[in-house]
T-cell receptor
Framework: NAGVTQTPKFQVLKTGQSMTLQCAQDMNHNSMYWYRQDPGMGLRLIYYSASEGTTDKGEVPNGYNVSRLNKREFSLRLESAAPSQTSVYFC??????????????FGEGSRLTVL | AQTVTQSQPEMSVQEAETVTLSCTYDTSESDYYLFWYKQPPSRQMILVIRQEAYKQQNATENRFSVNFQKAAKSFSLKISDSQLGDAAMYFCAYRTSGTYKYIFGTGTRLKVLA
C-alpha cells in the first residue's frame, strides 16, 4: 500500500538550478497539496489542487509552480532555486466529498538543500 | 483568512503523567474540521485525532482526547499516561469547509522524560 509517494527524498541544488518534485497518490483522492516545513514555522501551504484540472496558491507560492498532471500526480517545480527554498517539502492528499474522515495523508517528505 | 496558533513551542512531561497541548484558531466559518497530527523523528505525519466543528462531543482516541471550545476557538490536546513513544512534534490543523485548505500551526515539540 504505497499511499502518497514523493521523489526524490533528498536533493542538493546550486542557486539558479531548476528541479521538479514529483508526487503521486494511489488512493483515488481528489485534492492534493504541497507544503514546506521550516523550523519554527510549521507547515506552510505552497499550492494545492482541489480537484483534477484546478490549482490554487497557498500561503507561500512565490518561486514555485505546480502541475496537476492527472488525478494521481501533482508536481512542484522550482524554476530558479534560491537558498531560501532550502526546506523539507511534503506532498499530501485527501478525498473530497462523500463519506470520508477528512484526513490529510502525507508523503514521507523531500529534503531540499540549495547552496 | 483562517489562522492557527500554537503558543507552546516546547513542552515536557514525565512518563505516565498527563500533558495538554494548546491550540487556538481564528475563523468566520461555522462548519470546519480540526486535527492534531504527530510528527516523530522519522518525519512521517501521523493523524492523532480529528474533530468536526458541528459535533459538540469532544473526540477521544485511546489516551488522546481533545477539549473543543467552539465559542472560544480553542482546540487543546490532552495526552494521558504519557509514553516515551509520544515524544514528537505535534501540529494542530484546521480545514476550511469550502476550499478544502488545511492550515497548520507552528507546532509544539513534546519531550517525555523517563
Amino acid at each position: 500500500n504505497a499511499g502518497v509517494t514523493q521523489t526524490p527524498k533528498f536533493q542538493v541544488l546550486k542557486t539558479g538550478q531548476s528541479m521538479t518534485l514529483q508526487c503521486a497518490q494511489d488512493m483515488n483522492h481528489n485534492s492534493m497539496y504541497w507544503y514546506r516545513q521550516d523550523p519554527g514555522m510549521g507547515l506552510r501551504l505552497i499550492y494545492y489542487s482541489a480537484s483534477e484540472g484546478t490549482t490554487d496558491k497557498g500561503e507561500v507560492p512565490n518561486g514555485y509552480n505546480v502541475s496537476r498532471l492527472n488525478k494521481r500526480e501533482f508536481s512542484l517545480r522550482l524554476e530558479s532555486a534560491a537558498p531560501s527554498q532550502t526546506s523539507v517539502y511534503f506532498c499530501a492528499s485527501t478525498k473530497r466529498g462523500g463519506q470520508n474522515t477528512g484526513e490529510l495523508f502525507f508523503g514521507e517528505g523531500s529534503r531540499l538543500t540549495v547552496l | 483568512a483562517q489562522t492557527v496558533t500554537q503558543s507552546q513551542p516546547e513542552m515536557s512531561v514525565q512518563e505516565a503523567e498527563t500533558v495538554t497541548l494548546s491550540c487556538t484558531y481564528d475563523t468566520s466559518e461555522s462548519d470546519y474540521y480540526l486535527f492534531w497530527y504527530k510528527q516523530p523523528p522519522s518525519r512521517q505525519m501521523i493523524l492523532v485525532i480529528r474533530q468536526e466543528a458541528y459535533k459538540q462531543q469532544n473526540a477521544t482516541e485511546n489516551r488522546f482526547s481533545v477539549n473543543f471550545q467552539k465559542a472560544a476557538k480553542s482546540f487543546s490536546l490532552k495526552i494521558s499516561d504519557s509514553q516515551l513513544g509520544d515524544a514528537a512534534m505535534y501540529f494542530c490543523a484546521y480545514r476550511t469547509s469550502g476550499t478544502y485548505k488545511y492550515i497548520f500551526g507552528t507546532g509544539t515539540r513534546l519531550k517525555v522524560l523517563a
